[in-house]
């Protein structure tokens, strides 16, 4: 694996536990503490990964969501 696919993996994973805490609580701030990823990091994420500012928009629309990397449903 390399290194590159080493940081996405750790990128991937802060996300989704930045998703499910959104999910559970509706609220970037709320999420950000519950998920220690920073409020700048998810608006950089929000800026530059498409999938993910998709599911972040779904989950604030109640969708369910079905593109990002690791479903959040697992």
Known sequence: MTLATQARDRTVARQVAFLRAFAAGGTVTGACRASR???RTVYDWLENDEPF???KRELGAGIA???HPTQIGN
């Open 37 to 39: 990823v920073s409020r």
């Open 53 to 55: 500012a998709r599911a």
């Open 65 to 67: 969501v079905k593109d």
